[in-house]
């Protein structure tokens, strides 16, 4: 037998703009967002943690538009219009690692940055800050994400003092405001 129901239209993959206020502006597709005048638009950074409390890095796939081959958070994303955090969060978790994560909990509610790669490509983002556990383990999507590691809060913390050259700027810039949050994580799970 025959379907016969019409075909659902694909989602647009697009970011919500935002005014310096962080109110919404409208929408803009994605691919066409991300270049020397990006506008202020909306994300997330995710960072998941195992049960045993290690943390996990991501190394961005050399084929990312910004900040290719770059260690940073676990995932990070741009929620879509209509979508709460939580199926965003969800949805990257999926896309870029194969993974299955907790309920996430707000950590930095108010982080925002602008910055700008090697290439001249400008990341200007409101950007919340979560943390999630792991339900899964991760089996990475090679155009996302080239290798991982699970590290202790105590040695991320070290490498953003240390090193804060390898790893993307927001999780330079994010990873001392979660001193006590990522060791808690584990805790938080039923």
């Not at 962080?22 to 049960?51: D, K, N, Q």
């Not at 870029?96 to 490509?121: C, K, N, T, W």
């Not at 699970?150 to 390898?166: N, Y």
Request: with cysteine; glycine share 6%; charged share 20%.
């Amino acid at each position: 037998m025959t379907d016969t129901r019409p075909s659902q239209p694909a989602v647009e993959d697009h970011v919500i703009l935002m005014d310096a206020d962080g109110s919404p502006l409208g929408l803009a597709p994605r691919a066409t967002v991300h270049s020397p005048h990006t506008p202020l638009h909306l994300a997330f950074s995710c960072y998941a943690v195992r049960e045993d409390g290690r943390v996990l890095l991501t190394r961005r796939a050399l084929s990312k538009r910004t900040w290719p081959g770059v260690w940073t958070n676990s995932f990070c994303g741009h929620p879509r219009q209509g979508e709460t955090s939580a199926e965003a969060i969800a949805r990257h978790a999926r896309h870029e690692l194969g993974m299955a994560v907790g309920a996430p909990q707000e950590a930095i509610p108010d982080f925002r940055y602008r910055a700008v790669d090697a290439s001249g490509i400008v990341e200007n983002e409101i950007c919340p800050v979560f943390v999630t556990t792991a339900e899964s383990d991760p089996e990475p999507n090679p155009d996302e994400v080239m290798d991982l590691r699970w590290v202790s809060p105590t040695e991320l913390a070290s490498l953003v003092q240390l090193s804060p050259w390898i790893l993307s700027p927001w999780t330079a810039s994010q990873v001392p405001q979660l001193t006590g949050v990522l060791e808690q994580v584990p805790a938080r799970t039923p």
